[in-house]
């Protein structure tokens, strides 16, 4: 019987109903897809079309065959028993990468698993060996203390703070994309890894190889697609708060800024200044006039980004027609309603072109010939008020088989309406990710999260984890969202030490939801949404206020190397803030450490995540490292402990 055939540079495998399909995709890198009773589909979710390669071997025998592309081989052999293939994948060295389970004899195990819903599509598992003293890195933002996912089992789905990117690097020398935004679940046991997808037509992931972490990243950035130049506004600080409620408020802000000399690049101005949610345009009542506010804080050489939220109320003036035209997400049971906050509503279908071209009509002429040139993207989740995933269904199709790419295509959204408009590299604020997010320009920022010590940890490991799937651009609130007192000195203290470090983030954005709140009203008595309380670095007590104001200023003497490293995001795919064996891969020391990090490949960042501590362990790889604050010389390849009183974070430069 003939089992394998060659289809252009293709390597087919059919058996029993099964199609398999494994084509070269990139340098060094193969697309696997299969599925059964049917033909392959080419979705291209987040994979862009791939540049041609000439380097493509295929070998067929009768029972085994391999496809070589470039320094990645797969080698497919059939088991003689149950005459079922199974791929392994090898490098350049003849190094076993990553290998399918077996089907184990009378165990008749499958590693490609479709188990059927009848009348409809598949729920499908992909089992692979696990490997000893593997180390995985990526995935993504989870709100966990780890680095290393060997061990752990993730969810693959949204959430209001965890963004799943299935993009996954190994020690071993190869990076691997799930390549499916169903929701489902992934687990890196000691004995096997198992990914799964709820919902889904085929089988559709992509492999590459590399001799470092750098090169992995450069051929996932050209199969995904390779972050915009970051603008000039994204390099300095970003002022914000839950919220600005009013023009002059607002102004009032930035004024105060500029009469104390400390520059500003950005500032916000967040949720409900619209009348209604999903109306798309400023309340008249608290901002009279728009256009004026922008110009005047272009004038100070300040950006206005402006919160935009992808719900619909029912009570908007937009909701009618777009319910008539089809362009929300539509709840397959009960209720018309994704959310209940403040008013009920329902998400526009970001999936649907035409709801994309509604949408960016409306931005267009309210908000963008206004002249606003960033927008925060929030709830791009999105955050349906229960999770419960298998109850809408999106023009893509249900939420269960491609939930994940809404927020891809949320930024898609506003991405491709700014280009459309002249704009050159737009960089817009999002609270999710997924796969190729970040060729539409997606700056992540990690949620809605807890203003206390343990939710400032987890957030060193999310932006690294990120940066390793492909996100490049990515920021917390700076002293978390939830619950924050500046009178109170422990979170003053809390507060400084997120600063400091928010100063070697990718973006350096304050942000919270501070207390005591403020009750705000209408003209008429009518009572809206509150504002928190003061949360500019003037509002943290005369201790605070000096160490901040170093901080923002170390920012903007860091401009110039901080755009080199922007551009090598662009350019090759780096991560800003970059896992210390990615830098180091060849230092066993760095393969675990999750609580520092270098920004670039200059600057070495320890920051301290506990209170009253006022020196911490600092590792220093081969080398010398100067202190950039005593300006103190150490030699590498070891531990030190470094001094970190109130006033300095340890930070140490490679010489």
């Given at each position: 019987?003939?089992?394998?055939?060659?289809?252009?540079?293709?390597?087919?495998?059919?058996?029993?109903?099964?199609?398999?399909?494994?084509?070269?995709?990139?340098?060094?890198?193969?697309?696997?897809?299969?599925?059964?009773?049917?033909?392959?589909?080419?979705?291209?979710?987040?994979?862009?079309?791939?540049?041609?390669?000439?380097?493509?071997?295929?070998?067929?025998?009768?029972?085994?065959?391999?496809?070589?592309?470039?320094?990645?081989?797969?080698?497919?052999?059939?088991?003689?028993?149950?005459?079922?293939?199974?791929?392994?994948?090898?490098?350049?060295?003849?190094?076993?990468?990553?290998?399918?389970?077996?089907?184990?004899?009378?165990?008749?195990?499958?590693?490609?698993?479709?188990?059927?819903?009848?009348?409809?599509?598949?729920?499908?598992?992909?089992?692979?060996?696990?490997?000893?003293?593997?180390?995985?890195?990526?995935?993504?933002?989870?709100?966990?203390?780890?680095?290393?996912?060997?061990?752990?089992?993730?969810?693959?789905?949204?959430?209001?703070?965890?963004?799943?990117?299935?993009?996954?690097?190994?020690?071993?020398?190869?990076?691997?994309?799930?390549?499916?935004?169903?929701?489902?679940?992934?687990?890196?046991?000691?004995?096997?890894?198992?990914?799964?997808?709820?919902?889904?037509?085929?089988?559709?992931?992509?492999?590459?190889?590399?001799?470092?972490?750098?090169?992995?990243?450069?051929?996932?950035?050209?199969?995904?697609?390779?972050?915009?130049?970051?603008?000039?506004?994204?390099?300095?600080?970003?002022?914000?708060?839950?919220?600005?409620?009013?023009?002059?408020?607002?102004?009032?802000?930035?004024?105060?800024?500029?009469?104390?000399?400390?520059?500003?690049?950005?500032?916000?101005?967040?949720?409900?200044?619209?009348?209604?949610?999903?109306?798309?345009?400023?309340?008249?009542?608290?901002?009279?006039?728009?256009?004026?506010?922008?110009?005047?804080?272009?004038?100070?050489?300040?950006?206005?980004?402006?919160?935009?939220?992808?719900?619909?109320?029912?009570?908007?003036?937009?909701?009618?027609?777009?319910?008539?035209?089809?362009?929300?997400?539509?709840?397959?049971?009960?209720?018309?309603?994704?959310?209940?906050?403040?008013?009920?509503?329902?998400?526009?279908?970001?999936?649907?072109?035409?709801?994309?071209?509604?949408?960016?009509?409306?931005?267009?002429?309210?908000?963008?010939?206004?002249?606003?040139?960033?927008?925060?993207?929030?709830?791009?989740?999105?955050?349906?008020?229960?999770?419960?995933?298998?109850?809408?269904?999106?023009?893509?199709?249900?939420?269960?088989?491609?939930?994940?790419?809404?927020?891809?295509?949320?930024?898609?959204?506003?991405?491709?309406?700014?280009?459309?408009?002249?704009?050159?590299?737009?960089?817009?604020?999002?609270?999710?990710?997924?796969?190729?997010?970040?060729?539409?320009?997606?700056?992540?920022?990690?949620?809605?999260?807890?203003?206390?010590?343990?939710?400032?940890?987890?957030?060193?490991?999310?932006?690294?984890?990120?940066?390793?799937?492909?996100?490049?651009?990515?920021?917390?609130?700076?002293?978390?969202?939830?619950?924050?007192?500046?009178?109170?000195?422990?979170?003053?203290?809390?507060?400084?030490?997120?600063?400091?470090?928010?100063?070697?983030?990718?973006?350096?954005?304050?942000?919270?939801?501070?207390?005591?709140?403020?009750?705000?009203?209408?003209?008429?008595?009518?009572?809206?949404?509150?504002?928190?309380?003061?949360?500019?670095?003037w509002s943290y007590g005369e201790e605070a206020y000096p160490i901040l104001v170093k901080y923002m200023k170390?920012?903007?003497?860091?401009?110039?190397?901080?755009?080199?490293?922007?551009?090598?995001?662009?350019?090759?795919?780096?991560?800003?803030?970059?896992?210390?064996?990615?830098?180091?891969?060849?230092?066993?020391?760095?393969?675990?450490?999750?609580?520092?990090?270098?920004?670039?490949?200059?600057?070495?960042?320890?920051?301290?995540?506990?209170?009253?501590?006022?020196?911490?362990?600092?590792?220093?790889?081969?080398?010398?490292?100067?202190?950039?604050?005593?300006?103190?010389?150490?030699?590498?390849?070891?531990?030190?402990?470094?001094?970190?009183?109130?006033?300095?974070?340890?930070?140490?430069?490679?010489?």
């Amino acid at each position: 019987m003939r089992y394998f055939e060659q289809q252009g540079n293709a390597l087919i495998w059919r058996n029993n109903g099964e199609t398999l399909v494994i084509a070269p995709w990139g340098e060094d890198s193969l697309r696997v897809r299969s599925t059964l009773q049917g033909d392959v589909l080419d979705t291209r979710f987040a994979l862009l079309e791939p540049a041609a390669t000439e380097d493509v071997a295929i070998a067929i025998d009768d029972e085994t065959a391999e496809i070589r592309c470039g320094r990645l081989t797969a080698r497919v052999e059939m088991d003689g028993w149950h005459r079922y293939a199974r791929i392994g994948f090898y490098n350049q060295r003849g190094e076993l990468l990553l290998r399918e389970t077996a089907p184990a004899n009378a165990l008749a195990l499958k590693s490609r698993k479709f188990e059927p819903y009848l009348g409809g599509d598949f729920a499908l598992t992909a089992t692979f060996d696990g490997q000893d003293g593997e180390r995985l890195y990526g995935m993504g933002q989870y709100q966990e203390e780890i680095l290393d996912w060997k061990g752990c089992t993730l969810e693959l789905a949204h959430r209001n703070s965890q963004a799943s990117v299935p993009f996954v690097m190994s020690s071993r020398g190869y990076g691997f994309l799930w390549h499916n935004p169903a929701i489902g679940s992934v687990s890196f046991g000691k004995n096997r890894t198992t990914w799964r997808a709820e919902s889904t037509k085929q089988l559709d992931y992509w492999i590459t190889c590399g001799d470092s972490p750098a090169e992995i990243s450069l051929h996932y950035a050209r199969a995904t697609g390779f972050a915009p130049m970051m603008p000039e506004y994204g390099l300095g600080f970003w002022q914000c708060k839950l919220r600005y409620w009013n023009q002059e408020q607002l102004l009032g802000v930035a004024r105060e800024y500029v009469r104390r000399g400390l520059k500003i690049d950005v500032i916000v101005c967040d949720f409900f200044h619209w009348p209604k949610m999903g109306d798309y345009r400023f309340d008249p009542e608290f901002f009279p006039d728009p256009a004026a506010m922008v110009k005047e804080l272009k004038d100070m050489g300040i950006e206005l980004m402006v919160s935009v939220w992808p719900q619909i109320s029912l009570t908007s003036e937009n909701y009618q027609e777009m319910k008539q035209q089809g362009l929300l997400v539509r709840a397959e049971y009960g209720e018309q309603i994704g959310m209940r906050f403040v008013e009920d509503s329902m998400f526009y279908d970001a999936t649907n072109p035409r709801a994309r071209e509604y949408v960016w009509k409306k931005i267009k002429q309210n908000y963008y010939d206004a002249g606003i040139r960033i927008f925060w993207l929030d709830e791009a989740e999105p955050e349906y008020g229960t999770y419960e995933y298998k109850n809408y269904r999106y023009h893509l199709g249900s939420n269960q088989q491609v939930g994940n790419v809404y927020p891809q295509m949320y930024a898609r959204n506003f991405y491709d309406g700014m280009v459309a408009a002249g704009q050159q590299n737009p960089v817009n604020l999002l609270r999710c990710a997924w796969a190729g997010s970040q060729r539409y320009g997606a700056l992540v920022w990690s949620g809605d999260i807890m203003s206390r010590w343990e939710d400032f940890r987890r957030q060193i490991c999310a932006g690294l984890s990120m940066g390793i799937a492909g996100i490049p651009w990515w920021t917390t609130d700076i002293g978390g969202f939830h619950d924050g007192w500046p009178e109170k000195p422990e979170f003053r203290e809390l507060f400084i030490r997120w600063f400091q470090w928010g100063c070697y983030c990718p973006v350096m954005r304050l942000h919270g939801d501070r207390k005591p709140v403020e009750r705000v009203f209408r003209k008429d008595g009518a009572e809206v949404l509150a504002s928190g309380a003061d949360n500019e670095v003037w509002s943290y007590g005369e201790e605070a206020y000096p160490i901040l104001v170093k901080y923002m200023k170390r920012r903007e003497e860091l401009r110039d190397y901080t755009r080199e490293v922007m551009r090598e995001a662009h350019e090759q795919g780096k991560p800003v803030m970059r896992a210390m064996f990615y830098e180091f891969p060849e230092d066993p020391e760095c393969a675990d450490i999750a609580d520092q990090y270098m920004f670039g490949s200059r600057y070495l960042v320890a920051p301290v995540l506990n209170p009253g501590v006022r020196a911490i362990p600092v590792y220093l790889p081969a080398g010398r490292w100067r202190d950039v604050d005593t300006l103190k010389v150490h030699e590498g390849s070891r531990t030190i402990v470094a001094d970190a009183p109130l006033e300095r974070m340890p930070v140490f430069e490679r010489l």
